[in-house]
């Protein structure tokens, strides 16, 4: 039987590959919310949608399906980071269990109060740590865990090009998205604790409105981190082939290739929720902990182990923001 999905932020960068998953997993979307309508996305995989740019309407629609005995099954949470954890709340307390975008939420204490409206409620909370499905992800992972005790040294970049419109979006106001680290680099933490293990020492050398960087000392991994929205920091090489964005991952002297093969990670993610295979808001939340120190961290600066490109020239803030 079709499962019964709702979907809050259906205008946002991430909801086409949630709605690709409902899709490619033979489920129904049956209702919609955003307050913004540029959403003409829906017609390309569940054009009978009901769609609401109000949330009281939204809300009130799942509820009397609720109470006509079609209430909904899953609710998929695609809004801004600060809402995530209203739009999980809501999910519950209408019957169904919650899909969430990362972060599950912007501080750590906030999971301790949904583990208890999830008791409270029967329901689940699903998050969706795709790069833990990675095939090359997972690989790496038995490499790891077949040299027990090894310190390794890595080097995590990853430059993603943002326009001006960046800064005047929710993504821009650090107490909406929780900055670059959280915007950005959650998933990178996430996929370096499940390796490496979790965090002796969270250091942060520089915090800004284009970049973040930092070291972090793991049981197994010493990482210099470096974070950046800023086009002129690519490579020449991915700017002379049109290139936005560049990802890499340094293990020693090697280069760890992952750059492909993130398209379908969304639908493995919903198969395996579906299965009853998903993974807990429990173990979201060391790299929830991490981006919360380096939010709430005094950047130390250029002094110990930090990425060479944390000294490159930063572009100057296009607008003053208070």
């Known amino acids: 039987m079709k499962k019964r999905f709702a979907l809050i932020g259906a205008a946002g960068y ?23 309508d540029s959403v003409g996305i829906i017609d390309s995989y569940f054009p009978s949608t009901d769609f609401f740019t109000e949330f009281e309407r939204f809300d ?39 899909i969430c975008e990362k972060p599950l939420v912007l501080n750590p204490w906030n999971i301790d109060s949904l583990l208890e409206i999830e008791k409270e409620s029967g329901q689940r909370i699903h998050t969706i740590l795709q790069l833990r499905l990675h095939p090359a992800v997972i690989e ?10 090894k310190i390794w040294d890595i080097d995590l970049t990853y430059l993603t090009s943002r326009g ?56 197994n991994a010493n990482v210099r981190w470096f974070l ?4 002129q920091l690519l490579p020449e090489q991915a700017k002379k082939e049109g290139k936005t964005t560049y990802r890499s991952l340094k293990i020693g002297e090697e280069e760890f290739e992952f750059s492909g093969g993130f398209t379908d ?5 919903y198969q395996n929720i579906l299965e009853g295979n998903g993974f807990k808001i429990s173990e979201a939340k060391t790299a929830i902990d991490i981006v919360y120190d380096i939010r709430n ?9 930090y990425h060479p490109l944390s000294k490159e020239p930063q572009s100057p803030h296009p607008f003053n923001i208070s």
């Open 14 to 36: 991430i909801a086409p590959r949630h709605m690709k998953a409902i899709k490619e997993t033979d489920n129904d979307l049956v209702a919609a919310l955003d307050p913004n």
């Open 60 to 98: 009130r629609h799942i509820d009397k399906l609720r109470r006509k005995g079609t209430g909904i099954d899953y609710v998929s949470i695609c809004s801004p980071n600060y809402l995530h954890d209203a739009h999980m709340r809501f999910a519950l307390r209408s019957g169904a269990d919650a």
């Open 265 to 269: 990670l969304h639908t493995l993610s």
């Open 140 to 149: 790496l992972k038995k490499k790891i865990a077949a040299n027990p005790g």
């Open 164 to 219: 001006h419109w960046y800064f005047t979006s929710w993504k821009g106001d650090d107490s909406k998205s929780g900055g670059i680290s959280t915007n950005i680099g959650i998933h990178f933490f996430d996929m370096l604790t499940w390796i490496f293990g979790g965090v002796k020492k969270n250091t942060v050398h520089i915090n800004s409105h284009d970049r973040s960087s930092g070291f972090l000392e793991l049981e």
């Open 228 to 231: 950046s929205i800023n086009a």
């Open 297 to 305: 961290q005094k950047p130390e600066g250029f002094s110990g182990e």
